[in-house]
């Protein structure tokens, strides 16, 4: 008999992309990081509060500040919000928050792949149903439709794909589904700005979108996310977070960042025309590339230049990209956005594995 859940020995946990040591010198391409650097205001902000002594105490417990400012930001009452640390907590808090014992978590795929894994972690036999994508990589809504559960979720725009749905077909999803819709807006900010569906919220109680503060406001080091819904889930949410999930100074620094709206919508811009730019060498190179709404494109190499052979080369050459080995995307990489020479670098590479 096994001294732990027997259900620990059969888990696979979530595989992060690679985060090489910072004295390797690698271009970072595979973990849809942002190129640029988080807005100068941070650092005043963590000045002050050293110089003043304030890390001697506890952080507010709710990220006070910062559930502000978001709601004042979104059109949202603050009990709607929920701050987590990174948004993958947020995940976390709403899988164990929604499912009971062999509970149906109804998912598109390929989409996040943590989604399954956070079923599997519940350890009460949850199921993860996993309805392929359509051909042409977007969801198969017909299908989404036909199948009930505790939850449905997935990524908007999806990952790996980067392909944004067409917001009328998610709304009509969230209507259709009994259970809680988790839908996942972690690139949203690099997609049209009326894409997203948090102002469904007060329409829908079964709605709950997850944000972050990792890819576009350049901060996936400090960990900061949050969950907005309607207040009497998020209310129930609380009940289930550490008591101090978030440092003082994660509050702070994310909430300077939030607060700093210019500086972030340049460097949205400034992505937006590289991912422009990159998709386009990309074409010229006879690669298939999905229309990305993200920080990231997902792309086939032409056939004279394998997905995993082009890792591989890459990788030699140190520029890491994404690979999943798995059957549905064993012919694609996945290549985040970097800053213009990142780019250059990388189209440069591959115009060599092709002789071009
Ligand atoms: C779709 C999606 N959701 C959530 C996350 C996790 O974000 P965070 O850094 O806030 O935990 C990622 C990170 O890659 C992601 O791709």
């Avoid at 507010?60 to 640390?85: R, W, Y």
């Avoid at 299908?143 to 944004?164: D, E, H, R, S, V």
């Avoid at 406001?217 to 550490?242: C, H, P, Q």
């Avoid at 690979?323 to 012919?331: H, I, M, Q």
Wanted: glycine share 4%.
């Amino acid at each position: 008999m096994s001294l732990l859940n027997y259900r620990i020995h059969h888990l696979k946990p979530y595989t992060p992309g690679e985060q090489p040591d910072r004295n390797q010198n690698f271009i970072k391409l595979n973990t849809n990081e942002n190129p640029y650097p988080p807005t100068p205001e941070i650092k005043k902000r963590v000045e002050e509060i050293i110089n003043a002594g304030d890390l001697r105490k506890y952080p507010n417990p709710i990220s006070k500040g910062l559930v502000e400012e978001i709601a004042k930001q979104n059109n949202l009452k603050e009990n709607q919000i929920l701050v987590t640390n990174g948004s993958d907590e947020g995940l976390a808090l709403l899988f164990k928050g929604v499912l009971e014992k062999k509970s149906r978590v109804i998912l598109p795929y390929p989409t996040y792949s943590l989604y399954p894994v956070l079923a599997y972690i519940q350890m009460n036999d949850s199921i993860p149903v996993k309805i392929p994508l359509r051909p042409n990589m977007h969801f198969d809504f017909p299908k989404l439709k036909k199948k009930q559960g505790k939850l449905l979720t997935f990524a908007y725009p999806n990952a790996p794909t980067g392909i944004l749905e067409n917001k009328e077909d998610i709304i009509d999803l969230v209507a259709n589904f009994s259970g809680i819709v988790l839908c996942d807006e972690a690139y949203i900010d690099f997609a049209p700005r009326d894409s997203s569906m948090i102002d469904q919220i007060t329409n829908f109680e079964n709605l709950v979108v997850s944000r972050t503060f990792s890819k576009s406001y350049s901060l996936a080091g400090l960990r900061v996310g949050y969950l907005a819904g309607n207040t009497k889930i998020i209310s129930e949410l609380y009940k289930l977070k550490d008591s101090y999930n978030l440092g003082m100074l994660e509050q702070e620094i994310a909430l300077a960042a939030l607060k700093d709206i210019d500086y972030f919508q340049k460097n949205i811009n400034k992505v937006i025309q590289s991912r422009i730019w990159l998709k386009s060498k990309l074409e010229k190179f006879s690669f298939i590339v999905y229309d990305s709404q993200t920080n990231f494109l997902y792309t086939k190499p032409p056939e004279n230049l394998p997905a995993k052979t082009l890792y591989n080369l890459l990788k030699k050459d140190k520029i890491l990209v994404r690979y999943f080995s798995d059957e549905v995307c064993k012919d694609y990489i996945r290549i985040s956005v970097g800053n213009e020479e990142e780019n250059r670098e990388l189209i440069t590479k591959i115009g060599t594995y092709l002789s071009i």
